[in-house]
């Protein structure tokens, strides 16, 4: 089932994040209807934006999960191909060879390796060694990243405990009997009080992002 949503979320994010939307307001509205209309109302479109939210952080997490995997493949191919060569294999071959099996989504690495190609073709420069010194290159800056990654976990995590803290203050306020469930829903007051949460989530996410990228890492 999980395979089946990533899939689904990597090759039909919209269609994906709207059928879960769409699902994820019914079934609010349903449950705070016993609140009134305006509280099923206020559930439907609430549940439509934190769904919609978390599967578009969900889509941007797999895409750099492949985006990563993807250069890591791509180094290998290259340090398959400069090994070839190395050995004596002819560079069209080797390069025929190679093809299949090039990850989607390398397209960056692509271009390096074709700029080191013509370096070689028009040069003549040894394509064995260019290849090799591609293949560390490529590796070190996986290895940079995954640095940059480590360096970012702490406010990630920060991030995500803030997120959900807010839900967590509701079901405290229930378990102590204040109603902060039909406050929020069913009151103009507490309309507002959501309006101004999520604009103030929003901004903390993008705060967090720009943190991120600051060090040279994938935004969150």
Known sequence: MNAIARALMIHRPKRTAAAAATAATIAAAWLASGLGALAAVTAGVLAAVYTAAALAAWHRSLRRQHLREARQGAADTVAYLAADLAAGTDPARAIAAIEPDWPRGARSTARRLNAAWSV?????????ELCRRLADHLREDE???A?????????????????????????????????????LLASWAGIACLAGAIVLQGAGLAWTRALIASVGTEAA
Do not use: C, H, M, Y
Not at 120 to 128: H, M, Q, R, T, V
Not at 157 to 164: D, E, F, K, S
């Open 120 to 128: 070689a073709s028009e040069l003549g420069a040894p394509a064995a």
């Open 147 to 183: 640095r940059g990654r480590a360096q970012t976990a702490s406010i990630r995590a920060t991030a995500g405990l803030l997120t959900v803290l807010p839900a967590a203050g509701v079901a405290l306020g229930e378990s102590l009997g204040i109603d902060a469930v039909a406050f």
């Open 143 to 145: 290895q940079a990243a």
